[in-house]
């Protein structure tokens, strides 16, 4: 139980183009999800938390109009790179929480990540 | 500011030994302390995660320690196994901040043969 799928697992894009990332919980309902960045061999960097119904909350630094979230059902979230430029490149990892209380309040499930890069 | 601080940065041990990986907090406010483990090209994975109510939880071949007046928490990999190389993050999440997970900056793992 608690599995988290993303599409594409690996996306390659022109510059200028704009790019969407889908992030599903398979077996739960996920009222929170959380989009993150990773660079490589660095940690994981928050970007966004998403509620269900509700506008994002982007984390200081993170552009909303670049990083477009969009989180209209209980098992789906997606980020849109708007105008992906080669600095856009880099591991996109989502995760969910199950409020479902089969498991701890604050335990996040990650995706398997999405490997942007942006010619 | 780094709110989880993680060392070693790298750590390199042979089959059968026992990496040790720590962590530090300073906010008292943390109450979920998980481990995730990550392959590369993969999502993070919980290998185990421990509350300040206890001082050691053991999963398998994995434990954590907790030490509540240090503010500081470890990870044991018991027999590590080549498998087990991967990167290793920790993080501390609080009920009251919205549940964000703070993550340690990771601790490259490689278990020799």
């Known amino acids: 139980g608690a599995v988290v799928s993303q599409h594409p697992s690996r996306v390659i894009c022109k510059s200028g183009t704009s790019v969407k990332i889908e992030c599903r919980s398979l077996d739960f309902q996920a009222t929170t999800m959380f989009w993150y960045r990773q660079f490589p061999k660095k940690s994981l960097m928050l970007m966004a938390t998403s509620n269900e119904g509700s506008k994002a909350t982007y984390e200081q630094g993170v552009e909303k109009d670049k990083f477009l979230i969009n989180h209209a059902s209980l098992t789906l979230s997606t980020l849109t790179v708007t105008s992906a430029h080669p600095e856009d490149s880099s591991f996109y990892i989502c995760?969910?929480?199950?409020?479902?209380?089969?498991?701890?309040?604050?335990?996040?499930?990650f995706g398997p990540g999405t490997r942007l890069t942006v010619l | 500011q780094q709110q989880v601080k993680q060392s070693p940065q790298s750590l390199i041990v042979q089959k059968g030994g026992i990496p040790i990986i720590n962590c530090a907090y300073e906010?008292?406010?943390?109450?979920?302390f998980p481990w995730y483990q990550q392959f590369p090209g993969k999502g993070p994975a919980l290998l185990i995660a421990i509350r300040p109510d206890v001082s050691e939880k053991k999963e398998g071949r994995f434990t954590i320690s907790f030490n509540k007046s240090a503010k500081q928490f470890s990870l044991h990999i018991m027999d590590s196994q080549p498998g087990d190389s991967a990167t290793y993050f920790c993080?501390?999440?609080?009920?009251?901040?919205?549940?964000?997970?703070?993550f340690g900056t990771g601790t490259r793992l490689t278990v020799i043969p």
């Open positions: 906010n008292t406010a943390f109450d979920y």
């Open positions: 993080a501390a999440s609080s009920r009251g901040g919205a549940n964000n997970l703070f």
């Open positions: 995760s969910a929480r199950d409020h479902s209380g089969r498991s701890s309040y604050n335990e996040q499930f």
